[in-house]
């Protein structure tokens, strides 16, 4: 092992962490709490049995060339992604045959109970 962080030429790129900027996590309002929030929300969803190495993955029929649909179910946990590749607002078929807008860009993940 290195002994210290400055032998390992993977800490080349990183700067000394500001804890300040890490505390306006807990201020709401704030980018840092956005983020934090959303990796919160992250680490929720990847603990589901659906995010498994051994689930069921496949693509599905968006009705639209723009999106792509991916499924991901294991057990009764599942999950289908729609992914806009567009520029432009497009509509896209869910799994239950019901259409859903999707603005340019866009991801919507479906967690379906």
């Avoid at 807990?26 to 051994?54: N, S, V, Y």
Wanted: with cysteine; hydrophobic share 40%; charged share 30%.
């Amino acid at each position: 092992m290195y002994a210290s962080l400055s032998e390992d030429s993977r800490n080349l790129h990183r700067t000394r962490f500001d804890w300040s900027h890490a505390a306006l996590r807990r201020k709401h309002g704030t980018p840092e709490h956005a983020i934090w929030k959303g990796i919160q929300q992250l680490r929720e969803m990847r603990a589901r049995p659906c995010f498994a190495a051994d689930a069921r993955v496949q693509t599905l029929d968006s009705g639209n060339q723009a999106v792509l649909a991916v499924r991901r179910e294991k057990e009764d946990d599942l999950m289908t992604a729609l992914m806009n590749f567009s520029e432009q607002a497009q509509r896209a078929m869910q799994p239950n045959g019901a259409w859903i807008e999707l603005d340019p860009y866009e991801m919507r993940i479906l967690i379906e109970e």
